[in-house]
């Protein structure tokens, strides 16, 4: 019972099934710590899950933290929550803490650190089935990284970011243990000022892989699982309207760096002791090899290794940076899980402090994402020094 709760609440994978015409094509990537590949802020989250190419703000630890070496601002800290499928269950939730720090005589560097805990809520344990509760368990994903970034020039910077991740689903059986993994992240950011007619705009372009690591494990090494290995490219463009308006368009491309599981259509013993040997090799496959590999592993070739590319596209406007409308699409093959959404969401910011929201509006029927809220607050250390001067 209660592995069946954890793998319908961290799984991307039978939640989005539903639906689809044929079900042999459904072939969607399979991982642990599913949490990580959740979008943690509202301001990313309201643009269709998209940030590693927009400008820098607190939550570039996620998106992209070379980021954070163009920060205007010397140092920031944030908070974001996000309660997560609400229309299933009331009591999981992601809590997402991130902040960074300027350093250097030129403020070319900075040093950023973030902490991510997704809660799966209070679980119910009986010992024999019809009795009562004797027990319940707190199941729960955890990762905290620091990360360390640099200009590389005047309009290009790098960063790489190590992460521990630790995620427990222990049910106090001996059935599963607490699994460790340790990952790392690169990415790069560059910023450059280009003439469109007679306005000079801004282009950004980034890249992150992230969550390079260790394969994860419930059982003490027998069955080990990848974590969620993500390569993400994006670009985009910031217009000013005049001195107060101005318009941002962004584009990601993303892909997890993950194998694919083997299929399992044996029919006779012959197939099906190969089946098995692909499956030891599947779960001794070290990581790095698997990174390679899923660039070529889908079944259906080529055809499906573009299919396992998902698409985010956001805009936001902006007035006197101050008063923020955000709007965007995320588009995930139905046969590679399937989500598929727009997202809305406003922000508004002080001196001091900005805060930020974001609503997910889905577009394929019985979707338990339908209707999330994520809520953004962040602190400009700057603004606040300013103030008690």
């Not at 459904?26 to 949490?35: E, G, K, L, Q």
């Not at 995320?330 to 590679?336: D, G, L, V």
């Amino acid at each position: 019972m209660l592995i069946g709760c954890i793998l319908l609440l961290t799984s991307r994978v039978s939640i989005w099934a539903q639906g689809l015409d044929k079900e042999k094509d459904f072939h969607p990537i399979n991982t642990a710590v599913a949490s990580l590949s959740i979008a943690p802020d509202a301001r990313g989250g309201a643009l269709g899950d998209n940030g590693v190419a927009t400008g820098s703000d607190i939550a570039s630890q996620y998106w992209n933290p070379a980021k954070y070496a163009f920060n205007y601002s010397n140092a920031g800290i944030g908070l974001s929550y996000t309660p997560w499928l609400r229309k299933l269950v009331s009591d999981v939730a992601l809590a997402y803490l991130s902040g960074f720090y300027k350093i250097g005589q030129n403020d070319n560097q900075a040093v950023g650190a973030s902490l991510r805990y997704f809660t799966l809520g209070e679980i119910p344990v009986s010992i024999n089935q019809g009795e009562p509760p004797s027990n319940y368990l707190n199941p729960y994903e955890m990762a905290f990284d620091i990360s360390y970034s640099r200009k590389l020039s005047e309009s290009y910077s790098m960063a790489v970011a190590l992460r521990y991740i630790r995620s427990d689903m222990s049910d106090n059986q001996d059935e599963m243990i607490p699994g460790n993994s340790y990952a790392a992240d690169v990415a790069g950011y560059l910023e450059k000022y280009v003439i469109l007619g007679n306005t000079e705009s801004l282009w950004t372009f980034g890249f992150n892989v992230s969550n390079i690591g260790t394969k994860i494990s419930y059982d003490g090494g027998i069955k080990n699982q990848f974590i969620p290995t993500t390569l993400r490219i994006g670009t985009g463009l910031l217009y000013p309207l005049d001195d107060y308006n101005r318009l941002g368009v962004f584009a990601d491309v993303s892909k997890y760096l993950v194998p694919t599981i083997p299929l399992n259509n044996a029919t006779t013993p012959e197939e099906e002791e190969e089946y098995s040997k692909k499956e030891t090799e599947y779960n001794d496959m070290p990581f790095m090899t698997g990174i390679f590999r899923s660039f070529y592993d889908a079944p259906g070739g080529f055809k499906e290794e573009l299919s396992e590319i998902n698409l985010s596209l956001g805009a936001e406007y902006s007035y006197n940076d101050q008063f923020f409308v955000r709007g965007g699409y995320y588009y995930e093959n139905p046969n590679k899980g399937n989500r598929q959404y727009f997202s809305v969401g406003a922000g508004f910011r002080m001196s001091v402090f900005q805060l930020d929201a974001a609503y997910l509006i889905s577009t394929i029927p019985n979707n338990p994402l339908d209707q999330t809220l994520r809520f953004s607050l962040s602190f400009d250390m700057d603004g606040i020094k300013n103030l008690f001067r």
